[in-house]
């Protein structure tokens, strides 16, 4: 399962161990993260100061798009469907005593209704599979990507994980990661690219947006070619000495 307060709860606690040993120096902790996780990593350090420096990659605000769908588009009268489905299978999980499973971004099917499905991605790519579908399938499901223990792979995320994804907002309190910083990485092909384009408007004095040219969404996640670690050594020196 996906979790906002878990997953950010997480980068805390790496703060409480790496605090503790002695060669880490508690003034000079910084966190870096990538896509949905580099969300929690912003909403980490707006609440615990002991996080110095946040840089994030092709990132995502779960939240947002659980609850709003991609680039918001969800009706009113959709995001009440989702939770409508949310509730009536927490009942259900809780008479089986097991989980069913759903895709991060809930989808709907023809007549309008909440389309459940075992996987994320499909097994095999459709010839008319969409570019969003088809950039994540090139990573996750190929050995760019693929892990038998990933969920992104495999399978999908448990059937009630957009629950929790509604009732906590990841952005609320950005606001209070000043004086500190935060350099947000997209590419100028990025599906994502909105998300840190309106954090950082959110705080314009505390974060700073990098487009790499040419990069999408998954190309910041591991090509080497293009994601630009000059600027991100620079950063955490700056921020971190």
Known sequence: MGSPDINTEDWSAAVDFLGLQKIVDRKRIGAQGICGLSGTALTAAAADSRIKAVATAAMYDMSR???????????????????D???????????????????????????????PSNRGLPETLPADADPIT????????????????????????????PMSFFAFQQMTNIDM???????LVTGSEAHSRY???????????????????????????????????????????????
């Not at 069913?100 to 209704?113: M, Q, T, Y």
């Not at 910041?220 to 050594?233: A, T, V």
């Open 85 to 115: 489905h949310l509730s009536r299978q927490r009942w259900i999980d809780a008479e089986r005593g097991t989980y069913a499973r759903l895709s991060a971004e809930v989808p709907f099917d023809e007549n309008g209704n909440v389309a």
């Open 134 to 161: 088809t950039m994540f399938f090139n990573y996750y499901r190929t050995r760019r990507g693929y892990h038998p223990r990933s969920i992104n792979s495999t399978t999908a995320w448990t059937g009630t994980t």
């Open 177 to 183: 990661l000043a004086p500190r910083k935060a350099l």
């Open 195 to 241: 998300y840190s384009e309106d954090v950082q408007k959110m705080a314009p004095d505390t974060i700073d947006l990098l487009v790499a040219p040419g990069a999408d969404h998954v190309d910041l996640y591991d090509r080497k070619d293009i994601i630009p670690f000059g600027k991100l050594d620079e950063f955490f020196t700056k921020n971190l000495a």
């Open 65 to 83: 798009a659980m609850s709003r769908g991609y680039q918001d588009y969800y009706t009113r009268e959709q995001r009440q469907k989702v939770i």
